[in-house]
Structures are given as structure tokens and as C-alpha cells.
């Protein structure tokens, strides 16, 4: 018999930023209904797992939360992520053909760097799961295609530098929606470059123009990238009705795209039609996944023929993909030192704006342009919350597979910092070992995790 | 103050006579093809010399719908269904006469499509055409709206007043909709049967002398008054476990942990006892390859039982599902867990010698002695009832959760008695109990428990409440009643309130004068509904019953009330 989908409901039933936020009890309830009322549960491809937590641990491997994990998380956080690494275990053993965590809270808005909440998201699923598939059960590549209305700027924050990790986003165009990112000129590091692509999109545009990008940009790309696991950071805020998104897409347009990405796992994102598009989204995809017929799953208010794509936007998006392929395919002549400058270091600078929580980071990022491995990360955050004072940190990243001058190098950084009065945090994440160290001056007190 | 109980199962009936949570007398009688006089003769014997008056309580235990059921011996029924879009209507295949009227419900009750008139009118006619006479009309979401299967079933009694029509919000109020048609249909399909039944019982006890309230039990270890289970005769599938289930709970100390083992001729049933309540399915129960929304005790049935044939296979001793009749020991054609028993001791049930030479034609081959094959033969059937057991700990582990409370509350139990009844317990349960780290018990009245727990099992009583303010109106799952409700202001204690009014009106209802004082309440959420940053009403969702439990413990030196 073929294998089963996988399938995780946390609708966190107990769980919201605030009684009116767009992050409430509410938001899967109706979700809830639909595929309860449906039977979904008891088809035979479809298998329903329980959630479990993510440790800090798993979380402190990809975030530097300040001042610790446990003042970003709650148990909501633990469960959403844990759920995404319970289906993670199950499609790498083998027990799923794939699987979908429709789980609550989000999180690809959630960098690195985490002050507190921005765009509903505190942890990012599918960054904690990409670092857990490849720590514990020793994957190389994985792809992370995102299909919120919003970029996903957090997963690409956290995955820059990295070559090994795909991400391509696409989205509506920053300069009409939070978080004004995503533009088709980020394309990652030096020592990632092309990794990232990014398709904004002019809003308006529908299913038609979604499956242009689908198999003129991301399934070519995908298959070059050969990678071992594909996520699709599933967010379904880009349905027609969407009351944050402006843009057109279909139950059917989001299931036709799942069945060509073919993704081994999906993880829900934002999506904030909770009447008029959650239900027969997340139904059609699941039925995507599962491989049965989605053509019954039609939005009430839906009739075929009901969108028409205006030509001189959708052939705006057909240039930014013609455009980012042409950058894919000539990714490994590119001139890195032309576009990134020379020198032992790449360095850029950030402003984050949190507005969840109306915190206001500055962040300097230095990337060490390796040649041996793919360079360890400093990065000197300064998080300002107006009533109070600031934190100031220093963070350093070691990666997976870090060469031993890198390694040096870092901890030196590391331990160095921890005597500069400037600090209130030094943090350490190191993957190759597998450990992250927190140091908090105030109480000279130094944490560790290992995995 | 006498207290009857009857469980009619597969092979034996028992029943039983408690007198002060003393068992007064027993008697275990062979099921005939006719339940009602297996009943009858079971019934007449436990109360040998006793005069029917002085009986306060007779509760039945019966597999009549069960056998019904898995012996397809019910009228055919035609499914008129309203599915409206989602899945594919290719899923709907209940092996029956299938008719599809487009319309639809959304999942707040909103018609999204309406029922189209001309295609219910041929859907109807066909139907009658194919010579349907039962009907049942299931529509997705009609818990939340009734009307468009209410239409449809006024129709069809107009255009055929002999039809027997169910509808299925009256039926199951639970969502899932291929569960509310399963569950019509089996409900449409038994009914008529089950009516006669009933009355045949009220009368048959009656000419005994017997007028107390007489019980049934159902699957969810509860009890209905016999005269109204007719509404729901499918509720009463698999009470068997639920009886023997209920039977090692009175016959234990309150509080345990447990595991019910019961091993019969070709299955071992297996039942979870938590801190001393039964465990509940968190899905309906399966029959016979339908599922349903049936609440039902989390009962395992394992292929393996005292009477299951054993063969070796080149050099593997294997234990099949099947039986070829009694063991070989007692005459029959195939060694079996049985005669393995007999050889170590275990048993004292036929012939010893029978017993070793059945043993000795699987062990000789394999250079073993009729002793060592025996010991293998124990061996396997431990070992697979053991791995079941761990299962379904495991299974109970991983129930979903949907809320952040349930996945923090997930706990790891293991059982501290391992507790056997049934004919075969006796030879296995020390080893069980040894494999899982626990104490074996045989409790005293061990064969006759599923009679006991039917004695000491009580009524139960649930409302499911669902209000939308903004929608304006509220529905009882249960009772599948839904009316309108004008006030936004709505509040939970109001909700909560209302909740307990259904749940004294289903007393009434059901005749159980029992005062509705202790009401547990089970679930109560609320949904705040925003549309455009204002809150524009309340969802509340509240589930209450009655306190569950037994009447009390056997032998404990505690009075049954």
C-alpha cells in the first residue's frame, strides 16, 4: 500500500496574542469543522499524529532569542515547532510519504535574532525544523519555498549565508505590505549566492500567474538544487479573500500548486480569511498531499472564470521570473567580489522594526567569507523597546560543516566579547557541536544546551 | 433491593444476582440462535426461588444489533445524500442504492447552495424505483443546519408515506459526515428489528412478575431505559467489553490502573482501566468495516484465543486466527494455547494425554519435548497479547490534542494490575502480568464479571452545546435540536446554564428522575468572532454530562444504593 500522509491539527483552541488579534482562538476553528465534518481523518491515506515540544534546545540551534528561549516561547511556540519535527522524525523514517503541520502560531517572520514578536511570530517552524532534520538525522540540502502572501523575511534572514539551504519566496510586493521586503535583488550572501530568489508580485495577480512561477522558476530550480527535503512554508494568506492580502489566489490554484512542488513537508504559515478561505484551502491541500481529487473543493463565492490576470502585471512577474532564472543558472560565475565588495569579511547592516511587540532592532551582520567552509556569523544587535533601556548583544554563529580556522576564530569572538562591558548578552551557536552557550554579564553566569 | 444483570454474548449468557453488592446467584447458560430465550433461560435460573417483585434494577447486556449488523440480516437502505462541494462524492460508497441532491451547508449552517428541487424529485423517484423502503437523508453540516434534510424527508414521506425515513442530525451531531451516514443507515437499518426485540423482553419479564425499570447497556459503558433505546439501537453495539469492562472495575479496588484481559475461544479482548475509570475511544467505533460516530469504550479485539489453531511452518510454530472447533484435548481435529495449558498444569480441561500428543506432533520435528512446545506455545500467545497491550498504552499516549493544556497534560500510565476473566484467563495471566511489570489478578466471579458490570453499570447523560450569537442560533448535538437565539449578549455562564437545562430535559425525557445536581463539565470554550477589529459575536462550545460511574464495588463491604 502507498504510503500516508501525515497530518498534525494544532489549532491551539487555548492559545492568542490578544483577544482580537487576527492570532486568536478563532483563527482554525472553522478549518477545524471543514476537515473534521469531512471525514479527513479517516481516509486511508491519511494518518493524524499528536504534537509534541520542541526542547529550547532545538529552538536555541537556530535563534539567539534575548535574553533567553524562555522569555520568547510559550508552550504554543514548543508545540507549533514540535509538531513540525514530529512529522520531520516520521517523513525521514519513512512512516509518511509526506506531511502537513497545521499548526498555530506561525513563525516565518521570526529571525535569528529575536527580540519579541514580529508579524505574529516569535519561532520560526520551519528554520527549527531545517537545522533538527540536518543535526539528527544528517541531511545536506533542503528547499524552502514560501507561499504566504507575505514575505517570508525570517527564514531568509536565518538561512542567508547558506548555501545548503534553498529558500525562494514569493509574495506581494513589499512596497504595498508588511514587512516591505523580498525584492528580486536579494539573492543571498557571498557565500550563498542565488540561494535566495525572491518573486514579489504586483497585487492582483492569480492562479494563472502562480503556476508561471511555478514551472518556469521553481520546479527547474528545484531540480538543479537536488535537494534531500522540500518544506513549503504554507502560508494561504494569498487567497482572493484575504483581508490582509490583496491578492487572487484559488483553493484550487494553492492545491495544484502543492501537488507540482510535491513538497515532504508543508508547514501552515499565515492565512487570516478564516471563514471564507482557511476551510477549503487547507482541505484542498491536504488533499493535494494525500494525492486524492481536489476538484470538488470549491470556495463558495468561487466560480470558474471569476478572475481574469491584467496582462501588464502578470507579465511584470513573467520578467522578475525570467529574470531570477537567468541569475540561478549563471549563480556560480557570478563575480562575488564585484557585487559584495573584497575583504575577510561581508558585512551588512539592518533595521528591524517588531510590530508585535514595537521593538525597534539595529543589527550589523558579518559573514566571514571562507573559502575552506561557509564562514562563521558575528552579529552585534542593539534591541530598543521605547520605556526601557536597550539590550545590546553579540551573537556568533559556528556552521554545520565549519573549518577549524572558522571554529577558532569564533569562539576567540566569543569569549573576547564576554569581557566588553558593551554587552548584555553573548550568545554562541554552535552547530557543528551541536552547542549554544549564553552569557548574561549582570549575573557574570554563563548557560549551555548541547543536543 | 435485588439487582439483575444480563449479558447475552457470543457463546454464553450470563447473569447475575446482586443482593448488597453481594453476588446472590450466577447462572451461564449456552447462546441459541434465539437471544431472546438465551435471555430468558439465563434470567430464570439466577433467580431461582427469588420472587420478582423484590427486583429493584434489571440492566441487559445483548450483541443482538452487533449480530444484526455483521450478518447483514437488515432490510436494505437507500442513502439519500446532500454533500454539497469538499471531497470527492467518489468517497461516498457505502455498499447501497447511493442519491446525490446538490445543495449545501457551510460549516456555520449558511446555505451555500440551495437543495435544487428537480434533482431531489428524480433523486427520490429513482430511489423508489430501485425498491428502497428504508431511507436515510444525510446532509454535510446538518448539525449545524437541519433544514435542507428536513425538506428532503418531507418530501419523501409525502411521496411515500410507508417509507421509513431517518434523518441524520437526529442520528449523530457529531461532525464527520461519512460517520453521521454510517450511522443513519445502521440506525435505519436496525430499527424495526430492535422495536420487536424490546417489546418481546418488556413482556417476557413482565410475565414474571418482574415491573422494575429495566436498562440497557450501551458501548460507552452507560445505560439507557430499554423502552427508549429504541431511538438509538446502534448505541448498544459492543457493550459486551463495555460489560466485562465494567465488571472488573466493580470487582477491583477503586482507583486502579488496570488492564481487562479477556480471553475467549478465538479472541482476547482487551479494555484500558485509568485511575479507576474505563477509557473511552476518542473515535466512534468500527463495525464491520463502517465506521461510526458510536461512543465506545476503547476495546481491542486481538485474533488470538484458548481455542485458536497452532501449526508449525518449517521450523516456526505459528498461532492462526482461525478455529477448527475445540481443542484437541477435548477432541478436537488441531493442537491449540489449550492443550499447551493442559501439558504444563495450567488447565484441568480435557484429556492430559490428548493434551501431550498434540504437543508432541509440533515439538517432535523441531527436537522438542511436548513440554518445551508447550512453553513455546504460551510463550507466543503472551507475547502477542503483551505487544497489544503496550500498543494501545502507546495509542492512548498519542491521541491527538488540540489544545496547549492537553499536550502539557499528556501523561505516561502503565498498569499496576494486569486483571484476567474469561475461560482462558487463568492459564496466561501471570505470565502477562510478569511481561508488563504488573500484578496478575483473577477477581473472584472472574467468568460471570461482563454480567456483574451490566448490574452495576448506570445510566449517563450528555449535552453537547454549540451557540453562534452572531449567527443566532444554538444546537444540541444529542438531541439534534437546533433554534434560534436572539441575544448578542449571550454570555458563557448563560451557555453553561442552558447547557445543564437540556441536560434535566434529557433526564426527563429519558425517564431518569435522577436529580441533575452534579454536572461535570467536560468542555467549554469560547470563541471570540473579529471581523474587521470588532468583535462581532460568540461561539460557545460546552459539553456536559452526568457524573459516570458504577453503582459500586463488589465484596468492597460497601452497600449498593
Not at chain 2, 357 to 370: K, R, V, W, Y
Amino acid at each position: 500500500m502507498e504510503k500516508k500522509t501525515g497530518l498534525i491539527f494544532f489549532p491551539a483552541f487555548d492559545w492568542a496574542i490578544s483577544p482580537t488579534h487576527p492570532e486568536r482562538e478563532e483563527r482554525l476553528l472553522y478549518t477545524r469543522d471543514q476537515i473534521f465534518e469531512e471525514g479527513v481523518m479517516d481516509l486511508p491515506q491519511i494518518r493524524e499524529y499528536a504534537p509534541r515540544l520542541a526542547s529550547l534546545h532545538d529552538i536555541a540551534r537556530v535563534h539567539f532569542c534575548v535574553p533567553r528561549v524562555q522569555s520568547q516561547v510559550t508552550e504554543a511556540h514548543l508545540i507549533a515547532a514540535g509538531s513540525a519535527l514530529q512529522l520531520g522524525d516520521a517523513v525521514v523514517s519513512g512512516d509518511i510519504k509526506n506531511g502537513f503541520a497545521m499548526v498555530r502560531p506561525p513563525g516565518h517572520h521570526a529571525m535569528r535574532t529575536v527580540h519579541g514578536n514580529r508579524g505574529f511570530c516569535n519561532i520560526n517552524n520551519e528554520a527549527v525544523l531545517v537545522d533538527y532534520l540536518r543535526r539528527r538525522h544528517g541531511l545536506k540540502r533542503i528547499a524552502i519555498i514560501d507561499s504566504d502572501v507575505h514575505h517570508g523575511d525570517g527564514t531568509q534572514d536565518i538561512f542567508y549565508h547558506d548555501p545548503d539551504v534553498l529558500f525562494i519566496s514569493f509574495h506581494q510586493d513589499g512596497r504595498t505590505i508588511f514587512p516591505g521586503t523580498g525584492f528580486s535583488h536579494e539573492l543571498g550572501g557571498p557565500q550563498a549566492y542565488g540561494t535566495t530568489l525572491n518573486v514579489p508580485m504586483p497585487p492582483g495577480i492569480g492562479d494563472e500567474t502562480l503556476e508561471y512561477i511555478v514551472d518556469n522558476l521553481i520546479v527547474p530550480v528545484i531540480k538543479d538544487f537536488k535537494p534531500d527535503f522540500i518544506i513549503n512554508s504554507a502560508g494561504q494568506d494569498n487567497h482572493y479573500s484575504d483581508p490582509l492580502g490583496s491578492m487572487r489566489f484559488t483553493a484550487r490554484g494553492y492545491a495544484d500548486f502543492t501537488r507540482k512542488l510535491n513538497p515532504d513537508m508543508a508547514v501552515l504559515e499565515g492565512g487570516y480569511a478564516i471563514e471564507t478561505a482557511l476551510p477549503y484551502l487547507n482541505l484542498a491541500i491536504i488533499l493535494a498531499l494525500a494525492r486524492l481529487d481536489y476538484s470538488y473543493v470549491l470556495e463558495p463565492d468561487y466560480w470558474p472564470g471569476r478572475f481574469t490576470e491584467n496582462a501588464e502585471r502578470a507579465s511584470k512577474v513573467h520578467r522578475t521570473v525570467d529574470y531570477l532564472r537567468d541569475v540561478w543558472e549563471k549563480r556560480n560565475s557570478a563575480d562575488i567580489d564585484n557585487i559584495f565588495g573584497k575583504g575577510d569579511f561581508y558585512q551588512r547592516k539592518k533595521f528591524i522594526y517588531y510590530d508585535t511587540d514595537y521593538i525597534e532592532e539595529e543589527q550589523i551582520e558579518k559573514v566571514k567569507k571562507c573559502s575552506n567552509c561557509i564562514g562563521y556569523l558575528l552579529i552585534e544587535s542593539r534591541g530598543e523597546r521605547g520605556y526601557r533601556a536597550p539590550v545590546r548583544i553579540l551573537a556568533v554563529t559556528v556552521p554545520f560543516a565549519a573549518c577549524e580556522a572558522c571554529q577558532q576564530e569564533a569562539y576567540d569572538a566569543y569569549h573576547q566579547a564576554k569581557k566588553k562591558e558593551q554587552y548584555d548578552y553573548v550568545y554562541m551557536q554552535d552547530k557543528s557541536l551541536d552547542t549554544c552557550l549564553n552569557y548574561e554579564r549582570d549575573k557574570n553566569h554563563e548557560w549551555s544546551t548541547e543536543g | 433491593m435485588l439487582f439483575i444483570g444480563i449479558d447475552v454474548g457470543g457463546t454464553f449468557t450470563d447473569a447475575v444476582l446482586l443482593d448488597r453488592g453481594c453476588v446472590r446467584a450466577s447462572a451461564k447458560v449456552q447462546t441459541k440462535e434465539d437471544l431472546l430465550s438465551s435471555l430468558l433461560e439465563a434470567l430464570d435460573k439466577a433467580m431461582k426461588g427469588v420472587s420478582g417483585d423484590l427486583v429493584e434494577r434489571v440492566v441487559l447486556s445483548t450483541t443482538m444489533i452487533t449480530n444484526l449488523i455483521v450478518e447483514k440480516k437488515y432490510d436494505p437502505v437507500g442513502l439519500l445524500l446532500i454533500p454539497g462541494p469538499g471531497l470527492s462524492h467518489q468517497h461516498y460508497q457505502f455498499n447501497t442504492g447511493t442519491y446525490i441532491i446538490p445543495g449545501a451547508m457551510d460549516y456555520r449552517g449558511r446555505e451555500i447552495i440551495p437543495l435544487r428541487r428537480e434533482q431531489m424529485e428524480n433523486a427520490i423517484m429513482d430511489l423508489a424505483d430501485d425498491g428502497y423502503k428504508n431511507v436515510a437523508v444525510v446532509g454535510k453540516f446538518s448539525s449545524r443546519n437541519n433544514r435542507h434534510e428536513k425538506e428532503v424527508a418531507a418530501r419523501l414521506r409525502w411521496n411515500y408515506p410507508d417509507c421509513q425515513v431517518e434523518m441524520g442530525h437526529q442520528v449523530a451531531g457529531q461532525l464527520n459526515f461519512p460517520r453521521r451516514v454510517v450511522s443513519t443507515m445502521l440506525t435505519c437499518a436496525t430499527r424495526e428489528k430492535y422495536e420487536y426485540f424490546v417489546d418481546s423482553v418488556i413482556t417476557a419479564l413482565s410475565q414474571r412478575g418482574i415491573d422494575a425499570p429495566v436498562f440497557i447497556l450501551k458501548a460507552d459503558g452507560g445505560t439507557l431505559p430499554l423502552p427508549c433505546s429504541t431511538r438509538v439501537p446502534i448505541e448498544t453495539i459492543f457493550s459486551g467489553p463495555a460489560a466485562s469492562t465494567l465488571g472488573v472495575q466493580a470487582l477491583t479496588p477503586p482507583g486502579e490502573t488496570s488492564v481487562v484481559v479477556d480471553i475467549g475461544g478465538t479472541t482476547t479482548d482487551l479494555a484500558l482501566i485509568l485511575s479507576g475509570s474505563p477509557l473511552l475511544a476518542s473515535k466512534g467505533a468500527a463495525i464491520d468495516d463502517y465506521l461510526t460516530h458510536v461512543r465506545a469504550l476503547a476495546v481491542k479485539s486481538v485474533p488470538v484465543g484458548g481455542d485458536s489453531i497452532v501449526e508449525r511452518v518449517g521450523k516456526e510454530i505459528i498461532i492462526y486466527s482461525e478455529r477448527l472447533g475445540p481443542p484437541y484435548c477435548q477432541g478436537g481435529p488441531m493442537p491449540t494455547p489449550t492443550d499447551a495449558l493442559r501439558v504444563l498444569g495450567l488447565t484441568r480441561l480435557g484429556d492430559k494425554d490428548r493434551a501431550r500428543e498434540a504437543m508432541d506432533s509440533l515439538g517432535a520435528p523441531l527436537g522438542m519435548s511436548p513440554g518445551e512446545a508447550a512453553n513455546k506455545v504460551c510463550n507466543l500467545v503472551i507475547d502477542t497479547i503483551s505487544a497489544e497491550i503496550q500498543l494501545m498504552f502507546t495509542q492512548w499516549e498519542q491521541e491527538p490534542a488540540y489544545r496547549v493544556w492537553e499536550v502539557l497534560e499528556k501523561r505516561k500510565e502503565r498498569p499496576s494490575t494486569v486483571v484476567g476473566v474469561g475461560g482462558g484467563a487463568a492459564g496466561f495471566i501471570s505470565q502477562i502480568a510478569a511481561t508488563l511489570g504488573a500484578y496478575p489478578v483473577i477477581p473472584p466471579y472472574a467468568p460471570v464479571a461482563n454480567a456483574i458490570g451490566a448490574a452495576v453499570a448506570l445510566p449517563t447523560l450528555e449535552v453537547t452545546l454549540r451557540v453562534d450569537t452572531e449567527q443566532g442560533y444554538y444546537s444540541i448535538e444529542e438531541e439534534g435540536f437546533q433554534e434560534a437565539l436572539d441575544d448578542a449578549n449571550f454570555t458563557e455562564q448563560q451557555a453553561l446554564d442552558l447547557a445543564s437545562k437540556w441536560l434535566g430535559k434529557r433526564a426527563d425525557k429519558y425517564g431518569l428522575n435522577q436529580r441533575i445536581e452534579d454536572v461535570e463539565i467536560i468542555r467549554r470554550e469560547v470563541f471570540n468572532m473579529v471581523r474587521n477589529w470588532v468583535t462581532t459575536g460568540k461561539i460557545y462550545d460546552i459539553h456536559v454530562q452526568t457524573p459516570r460511574g458504577i453503582l459500586g464495588h463488589i465484596g468492597a463491604g460497601g452497600e449498593i444504593k
